[in-house]
């Protein structure tokens, strides 16, 4: 558990928002952005009938009278970051393990999407561990999925969510896409984006390369040769 300093109260009201610490605004309807996560835990104050959604790594509902706090618990990695936090009255549904589902007149194209979720999920709590949380939110612009977030607004939703995933820890946007693209055409499976991002947390060089099938990662840490080869993979790391 972190200390004092380490937690914020942002009273939201409307489409306003102010908190104790951290700077905070809403950038559209629905939508607030933390424009540089200052704080490990964060009360979010709502109405009882809101919720907010951010890509913490657990979280807790508190609810008095007219008023519900989300008390929100934030990775290290993402101290110094730019949050966005979705602000709705849609019905929240746990529909699996940490598995929740924002319902405001979902479909059946929508529904269909649930099948893939798993995949992510695995992913985010290969990374914070077991508690982490995964929201599907249909309604959402997917330009806003992150980390815990889905949105299925378009034809692509889970292309989206996985470059809005990488792009928490890398900054070029062309290695973003290659690796997104990899991982969208089966060739790598989430063990590797897993030991990808743990090598790459906290150092800012990182090389990709693709030819066929062969993918080669250099980055501070370790070099990473992935071959798929027919139905099997070959893999070779060397570290530095």
Do not use: C
């Given at each position: 558990m972190h200390d004092?300093?380490?937690y914020d109260i942002c009273i939201v009201n409307d489409n306003r928002v102010k908190c104790n610490m951290n700077g905070a605004k809403y950038i559209t309807d629905?939508?607030?952005?933390?424009e540089k996560l200052s704080s490990y835990n964060i009360l979010f104050v709502v109405s009882a009938t809101d919720n907010i959604i951010c890509p913490g790594k657990n979280f807790q509902e508190l609810v008095w009278g007219k008023d519900k706090g989300f008390l929100w618990s934030f990775p290290d990695f993402l101290q110094g970051k730019k949050i966005y936090c979705v602000h709705t009255k849609a019905y929240m549904r746990k529909f699996d393990d940490?598995?929740?589902?924002?319902?405001?007149?979902t479909g059946s194209k929508e529904q269909d999407v649930l099948q893939n979720i798993s995949y992510y999920s695995s992913i985010i709590k290969s990374l914070l561990g077991r508690s982490a949380c995964m929201f599907f939110i249909p309604f959402l612009e997917p330009q806003y999925s992150m980390l815990t977030i889905l949105s299925s607004s378009?034809?692509?939703?889970?292309?989206?969510a996985t470059q809005n995933f990488l792009r928490l820890f890398i900054s070029d946007t062309d290695i973003v896409?290659?690796?997104t693209d990899l991982i969208m055409s089966g060739l790598l499976s989430h063990h590797i984006i897993v030991s990808i991002i743990k090598g790459i947390i906290g150092y800012s060089k990182i090389n990709v390369f693709t030819s066929?099938?062969?993918?080669?990662i250099g980055t501070e840490r370790f070099d990473l040769t992935y071959k798929k080869l027919g139905k099997g993979r070959e893999i070779i790391i060397h570290d530095h």
């Open positions: 004092l300093a380490g629905g939508i607030l952005v933390l940490n598995l929740y589902i924002l319902e405001n007149n378009t034809g692509k939703p889970l292309s989206y896409k290659k690796l066929g099938n062969e993918l080669f």
